[in-house]
Every structure is written in structure tokens, then in C-alpha cells.
């Protein structure tokens, strides 16, 4: 397998929010083409692009009518070249959105299984219920309350659907679909892109006899076919037909174990270049729940990403590095503060992640700070099925629907999705479209936007230009081990990256305050006295700080400040030592 991707930056795009350049007010492929020279400013080495095949958008593109057409909406497939070429001019390779778990039940197959074709029946799961109106088993659907099955009355069969009922799922255990699915990717591969991120790929290999779940209440079928029985099989079967192992993969895995993503991701494995997995974005979930709002676990937050970092590299496996992305809400508005310390929070989000060990990925609008939405009063604002569809179930449960509008707006997938703010200007739509947005644009565009912040050294967009190269400068931050310090510390976010090698020691400290308080760091654990100091698992010596090299702070005067144990609100920094 191809590691380059150790040193490399991604850059997600969301293209219905990026740029229009047509006027009907949802972004297109030209609009990525008119922005390349803003993504090379930011350094980044491939640009993941969500889907923008042929679909009834339903679910944004996550319901695929064609894979290998281009959706009137984003553009052409001479745009799409046009993407290809440019893109490679400024050395950026694409990285392609395979939602394989399922596709649109406006497919050509899904439309002659329902037409009883046996072939392509067998191409999705249709299976008698277990009694008149009864599914064929418990499985509860992912995204809404109800059941995971559909009925077909004409066939008096259901259809299964971890998604939407407009997402129907494939059936991998057919070789069939396999062979489609790999024609599809090489297909793309031939066009010239550089990799893909395959879409909820841990979800594919269901249980034979698709049993019923009595594990858990409320969980029904996840722990089934979640890294389900013949993935590892089928990832690598994918992987080495098509060629795709010296390309850049990345698989989303939902509610997906460590384990699983160590063989996912070990090179010699096969499978997958690297993971992206969600437990680090749950930790503000009440108990478990997405639809219920609690402030962040920040200890729970620490211990996962320590465990994953230090297991990943322990069994081999390699992380995909995010915060944000198009499913998620803004990750200032979540875990840093989107009022008084916006830019502070904003740049200690942005160094906690980038320093780790993996790929970091920068969702559109994340290097300017974009918050969730400020402007949305009423159910209407938002689109998102996923939303709406919950916005029911919580009045439903009894919510008020103020309390249910209170909840929406912290959780909506549309908090990612609103247009990108290019330009001050909020009746230009923030330089994103000429004519009427998809989606409304956020209230805060005249404050928070490129062209403020381009040619500012101290904004949040020249602070992450500067974290992705400094992954490129610092092998040790490609690297080195991941050390936790200060484990049980509050407030502070903190660790060592150490890489031993053949020209010596490098060692990089990274201290981050994930507060809007002042955090002290207690003699007992840090010693700044230049006697010997312990902290966490290794021992540093802070006093190195006074001939160490700031690499990074989003504070000026940090290293006074850190030398007498003190960390202003949400101040962070990286010391190369
Ligand atoms: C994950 C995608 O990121 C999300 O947007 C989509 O709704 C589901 N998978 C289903 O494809």
C-alpha cells in the first residue's frame, strides 16, 4: 500500500455549498475548478468531493441513480475532466465519494427488481415478513424511528433499508454486485482520480439469514452488520481488484470498533489506507443519543482520542484526522466557543487534531471558522431529511417545538451545510451564489469569511495553512509516536510526538487548553523550576521551553505564559523541543 498520504492534507468539499457558478443557487464542479487556487494556498494534497452522481438527492447525493454519470445539477462530465486536469496541474489529487452500501431506488436496478427481475432482486435484500404487516425481522432504520424494512405490496415482499426507504441496500453476498461495484470504481480510476472515500462501507456485510437482534434495546441490528462477518473480505477483494492499493482510500465506519479499524487500515492488509471513525464526535451525546444535547465530556473526549491514537499505532492502522465534516455540526459552535473566543477556540480545534497521528481532514469552511447556524427560527430553514424527520420524532416524544427547534439547531446535519462565506457581503450571499442559495446562508458571513481573514497572519485561515505545513516540514509529526501528557488534567489537551530515527531524537509538545477558563498546570505535575519535571507518561523538562522553538500558538506571548504554568482561555501551542 502506498503511505505517502502520511504528510498529506484533504480538503472536503461539499459541492451544492461550495460555488456556484451557474446562478440557480447550488454549487457545481466549475465552482471547485474557480477555487483550486485558494485550496493549493492552503497546501492541501487531495480534495475528497462528496457525490454528485446522478440522483434524486434525496439524501444530497447519498442516494445514487447512476454511478457513472454526472448530476445535471453540479455540471458535466467535461467539467468533471476539465476538475481532473486542473487539479493536477496544482499536484491536488480527487478523491471520489462510493456510496456502495446502498443506491437510489431510482436505479435501473432497484427499479427492475421491483419490476420482479430475479437478477436484480438478488442485488438488494427482499425478503417475505414474518406475518401480514410484520418486517422480515427487528432492524430498526438508522436515521429515523421505524423500522429498517419496506413493504412492496405488488411483490408482498420488503426491502431492506439501513437509510432512507429511498435507499434500498445492496446485497454484497452477491458476486454480482461485487463485480458492478468494482467496475464502477475503476471506471474512475481511468478518469485520473487519486482515491475515494467509501461511504458507511463498515455497514455492507449483513448476517447470513439476516437474523433478528435480541441484543439491546434501541440498537436493533447495529451490532449485526456493523464491521459485519465478511467485510475484511470484502474490502480487500475490492481493494486488489481494481488496483485501487496505491491510491488514497478512506472508509467511513459507523459505530465501528478499534479492532476493525487496525485490519481496515494495516498495509499489508489491503483494505483501506485509513479510517474515519465517530466516537470522538459522540462525546456530547446524552447517553448515547444524537437528538439529546449535553455540553461535551471533555475527559471521555481526551481518553478516546488518546486510546484510538495510541491502539492505531500500536496494531499498525493509520486515522483519518477530522472534526467536521457535511454530516456534522460545526466544531467551534461545539466544542470551542463561537462568541467571545471564537478565533482562540477555532485555532486550539484546529492544532489539538492536526498535530496527531494520521491524516487530517479540513472540511469547507473549518479554516475560516465557519459556526453553526445563527439565523435558522423555524423547521422550514432547514432541508436535511435526517432533521426533518427527527424534528417529528422530538415533538412526537413530547418536546415543545421551541425546545424541538433548540435541539435541531445544535444537531442538524444542515449546521455543515450551509453555503461557504467567500465575501463579506450577506446580499451577495457571501460571494457563494448570484442567485438564491439551496440552503441559507449563515448571519455571520459579514464577520466571518475568506476574503477577511486571506491575508490576515493572524486569522484561523493562515493558522491552518501553517498546521498543513507543518506536517509537511516535521517528519516527527507524520511519524513520531503519540505521548498523552497531563492525562488527568481538566482542561488541558496535551502530548509529546517523539520520533527516533537515524539522525536522532525529534520531539514536538503539544498543550492545548480545551476551556474558556484559565487552566494552571499544578507543580505536582509540571515543574518549571528546571529541575526534573513529570509529566504524563514521559518526562519533560519545561524549562526546555526556554530554548525550545514555538512552532505554533494561536496567543502572542505563549511561552512566557506556559513557563509559569498558566494557559489563557482555550490558548494552545506546539513546541518543537
Ligand atoms: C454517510 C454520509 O456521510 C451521509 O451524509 C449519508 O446520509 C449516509 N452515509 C448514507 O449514505
Known amino acids: 500500500m502506498n503511505t505517502d498520504f502520511h504528510k498529506s492534507t484533504v480538503y472536503q468539499i461539499y459541492p451544492r455549498s461550495f460555488q456556484d457558478t451557474s446562478g440557480n443557487g447550488t454549487g457545481d464542479l466549475k465552482g471547485i475548478t474557480r477555487k483550486l487556487d485558494y485550496l493549493k494556498g492552503i497546501g492541501v494534497d487531495y480534495l475528497w468531493i462528496t457525490p454528485f452522481f446522478v440522483s434524486p438527492q434525496v439524501d444530497n447525493g447519498y442516494d445514487v441513480a447512476d454511478y457513472y454519470r454526472i448530476d445535471p445539477l453540479f455540471g458535466t462530465m467535461e467539467d468533471l475532466e476539465e476538475l481532473i486536469a486542473e487539479a493536477d496541474r496544482y499536484e491536488i489529487g480527487l478523491m471520489l465519494d462510493m456510496v456502495f452500501n446502498h443506491t437510489s431506488d431510482e436505479h435501473e436496478w432497484f427499479q427492475k427488481a421491483l419490476a420482479g427481475e430475479k437478477k436484480y432482486m438478488d442485488f438488494y435484500y427482499f425478503r417475505r415478513g414474518k406475518g401480514p404487516g410484520v418486517p422480515p425481522n427487528n432492524w430498526d432504520n438508522r436515521v429515523a424511528p421505524g423500522s429498517a424494512w419496506e413493504y412492496v405490496p405488488h411483490l408482498d415482499l420488503w426491502y431492506l433499508h439501513l437509510y432512507d426507504r429511498k435507499q434500498p441496500d445492496l446485497n454484497w453476498e452477491n458476486p454480482l454486485v461485487r463485480e458492478e461495484l468494482k467496475k464502477v470504481v475503476r471506471f474512475w480510476v481511468e478518469k485520473g482520480v487519486k482515491g475515494f472515500r467509501f461511504d458507511v462501507v463498515n455497514l455492507v456485510s449483513k448476517p447470513e439469514g439476516l437474523p433478528d437482534d435480541n441484543a439491546e434495546e434501541g440498537m436493533n441490528g447495529k451490532q449485526l452488520y456493523t464491521d459485519g462477518p465478511k467485510i475484511h473480505e470484502f474490502l480487500h477483494e475490492l481493494t486488489a481488484d481494481t488496483g485501487i492499493a496505491s491510491l488514497v482510500t478512506v472508509g467511513e465506519m459507523a459505530s465501528t470498533g478499534l479492532s476493525h479499524c487496525i485490519r481496515y487500515s494495516k498495509p499489508e492488509n489491503e483494505e483501506l489506507s485509513m479510517t474515519f471513525s465517530f466516537h470522538h464526535l459522540k462525546t456530547d451525546y446524552k447517553d448515547g443519543k444524537k437528538w439529546e444535547v449535553m455540553p461535551n465530556d471533555f475527559m471521555a473526549l481526551k481518553k478516546l482520542l488518546f486510546t484510538w491514537q495510541q491502539e492505531m499505532k500500536r496494531g499498525g492502522g493509520w486515522n483519518a484526522l477530522f472534526w467536521c465534516n457535511h454530516d456534522q455540526p460545526r466544531i467551534v459552535s461545539r466544542y470551542g466557543d463561537d462568541g467571545k473566543y471564537w478565533k482562540e477556540s477555532a485555532k486550539?480545534?484546529?492544532?489539538?487534531?492536526?498535530?496527531?497521528?494520521?491524516?487530517?481532514?479540513?472540511?469547507?469552511?473549518?479554516?475560516?471558522?465557519?459556526?453553526?447556524?445563527?439565523?435558522?427560527?423555524?423547521?422550514?430553514?432547514?432541508?436535511?431529511?435526517?432533521?426533518?424527520?427527527?424534528?417529528?420524532?422530538?415533538?412526537?416524544?413530547?418536546?415543545?417545538?421551541?425546545?424541538?427547534?433548540?435541539?435541531?439547531?445544535?444537531?442538524?446535519?444542515?449546521?455543515?451545510?450551509?453555503?461557504?462565506?467567500?465575501?463579506?457581503?450577506?446580499?451577495?450571499?457571501?460571494?457563494?451564489?448570484?442567485?438564491?442559495?439551496?440552503?441559507?446562508?449563515?448571519?455571520?458571513?459579514?464577520?466571518?469569511?475568506?476574503?477577511?481573514?486571506?491575508?490576515?497572519?493572524?486569522?484561523?485561515?493562515?493558522?491552518?495553512?501553517?498546521?498543513?505545513?507543518?506536517?509537511?516540514?516535521?517528519?516527527?509529526?507524520?511519524?513520531?509516536?503519540?505521548?498523552?501528557?497531563?492525562?488527568?488534567?481538566?482542561?488541558?489537551?496535551?502530548?509529546?510526538?517523539?520520533?527516533?530515527?537515524?539522525?536522532?531524537?525529534?520531539?514536538?509538545?503539544?498543550?492545548?487548553?480545551?476551556?474558556?477558563?484559565?487552566?494552571?498546570?499544578?507543580k505536582e505535575e509540571l515543574n518549571f523550576a528546571g529541575e526534573e519535571a513529570v509529566i504524563g507518561k514521559e518526562e519533560l523538562n519545561f524549562a526546555d521551553i526556554e530554548d525550545s522553538r514555538l512552532l505554533i500558538s494561536n496567543y502572542k506571548d505563549t511561552s512566557v505564559q506556559i513557563r509559569n504554568g498558566r494557559l489563557r482561555p482555550f490558548e494552545a501551542a506546539a513546541y518543537q523541543i
Open 348 to 522: 486550539m480545534l484546529g492544532l489539538a487534531i492536526h498535530m496527531l497521528r494520521g491524516t487530517p481532514y479540513i472540511y469547507q469552511g473549518e479554516e475560516i471558522g465557519m459556526t453553526n447556524v445563527k439565523n435558522y427560527d423555524c423547521i422550514q430553514d432547514f432541508n436535511d431529511t435526517e432533521t426533518q424527520d427527527n424534528y417529528k420524532a422530538l415533538l412526537k416524544q413530547g418536546k415543545s417545538p421551541e425546545e424541538a427547534l433548540r435541539i435541531i439547531c445544535a444537531r442538524s446535519r444542515d449546521n455543515g451545510r450551509t453555503p461557504m462565506q467567500w465575501t463579506a457581503d450577506p446580499k451577495a450571499n457571501g460571494g457563494f451564489t448570484d442567485g438564491t442559495p439551496w440552503l441559507k446562508c449563515n448571519s455571520n458571513v459579514a464577520d466571518i469569511n475568506v476574503e477577511s481573514q486571506i491575508n490576515d497572519p493572524d486569522s484561523i485561515y493562515s493558522f491552518y495553512k501553517k498546521l498543513v505545513s507543518l506536517r509537511k516540514e516535521q517528519e516527527v509529526i507524520a511519524e513520531g509516536d503519540v505521548i498523552p501528557c497531563l492525562e488527568n488534567h481538566p482542561q488541558i489537551f496535551a502530548y509529546q510526538r517523539v520520533l527516533k530515527n537515524a539522525e536522532g531524537e525529534q520531539k514536538i509538545l503539544v498543550i492545548c487548553n480545551f476551556t474558556g477558563k484559565e487552566a494552571v498546570i499544578g
